[in-house]
């Protein structure tokens, strides 16, 4: 019973798949059908969009830049056209004979002619001008020749500055970083490149020269780091401090100054030599002034060549030096 079945399902499930197969093929050429019309749609509204973009751009161009106005061509659109209610016109720039404008005419006169003088006697040995030039020397101004330049004094020569009206009670003598520093009832004097050793040997002169000054302040030692000595440095501040002690003055130590510009070498010596000069007054119990916190990286305290100060530079230090003064000077 259960094989009859199977052969009389058989035929009638392979004529649903043969059905089914038609239906589908027949859609399928259904689309395929579709998919050909809207290919061919496509492709002449494509055209038609090239054609309108073509046109515009022929007719843009024609605005701007018309060859003839008559001669227009009109741009090949499907939409029809409204006719424009303005005309397009060029400017044609007319070709003219150029005019030539003479020149106002100046009156040429020597404003020097005053100076000549026609009368004047020359010796007889004098030697006559050539023609060619006797006029020209004429109406030329004779000036007086330019006076030579004066020799330049080398800064050793005149350190100090000009001497005050009172008598000094201290005199502050150092490189050229005191050249702007100028104290209340005090003397400057500026070596320019001076050294410890060159500082001691004007100790004598300046002592001479002042001997109402009380006290002596020097500011010195930033031209000896370049000469990477650090033990002959300390001689010779160490001799320097002795040779004021022994005159009588009061002497009083400027600590060194951190210029802006120094290498990683010279600030690591220039605070070696601080920290020496620290130790040294303070066993020597003379007075010394602290400046390395005042100017550690204060670009602005100095010039331009960042080793010299500049008038706020030279302003602190006064102050810093003033301070001292007022507390360790002794009137006599």
């Known amino acids: ?79 029809p056209q409204q006719n424009q209610p303005w005309t397009e016109v060029v400017a044609r720039r007319q070709r003219g004979v150029l005019r030539r404008f003479s020149p106002p005419p100046f009156n040429l006169t020597n404003r020097y002619s005053v100076l000549a003088d026609s009368n004047v006697a020359h010796p007889a040995h004098a030697i006559p001008l050539p023609p060619q030039h006797r006029s020209a020397e004429q109406s030329r101004p004779t000036a007086p020749p330019p006076k030579p330049p004066a020799p330049r004094r080398v800064a050793r020569e005149r350190p100090r500055h000009p001497p005050s009206s009172t008598r000094p009670v201290a005199v502050l003598v150092g490189s050229s970083m005191v050249r702007h520093v100028t104290l209340p009832r005090s003397e400057t004097w500026c070596l320019p490149g001076a050294r410890v050793e060159d500082v001691q040997t004007r100790v004598p002169e300046v002592v001479e020269q002042h001997p109402t000054a009380s006290a002596i302040v020097v500011h010195v030692g930033s031209n000896d780091i370049r000469l990477q000595q650090s033990e002959k440095l300390k001689s010779d501040f160490t001799s ?86 007022e507390a360790h000077h002794t009137p006599r």
């Open 240 to 325: 320097l401090i002795q040779t004021i002690l022994a005159t009588g003055k009061k002497c009083i130590v400027s600590g060194p100054i951190p210029s802006a510009c120094f290498s990683d070498m010279q600030f690591s010596r220039i605070r070696q030599l601080h920290a020496w000069l620290v130790g040294y007054c303070s066993r020597e119990r003379v007075p010394f002034v602290d400046n390395f916190g005042s100017f550690w990286r204060r670009r602005s305290l100095f010039a331009r060549d960042g080793r010299h100060l500049n008038r706020a530079g030279a302003s602190l230090l006064a102050s810093n030096l003033e301070l001292a003064l």
């Open 1 to 79: 019973m259960d094989t009859l079945d199977c052969s009389c399902r058989g035929p009638l499930l392979l004529h649903e798949a043969n059905m089914v197969i038609d239906s589908l093929k027949r859609d399928i050429r259904r689309l395929t059908n579709d998919l050909v019309r809207k290919d061919t749609l496509i492709s002449a509204y494509g055209s038609t969009l090239r054609a309108q973009a073509q046109s515009r751009i022929d007719m843009s161009f024609q605005t701007k830049f018309p060859e003839e106005p008559a001669t227009t061509s009109q741009p090949a659109c499907s939409t």
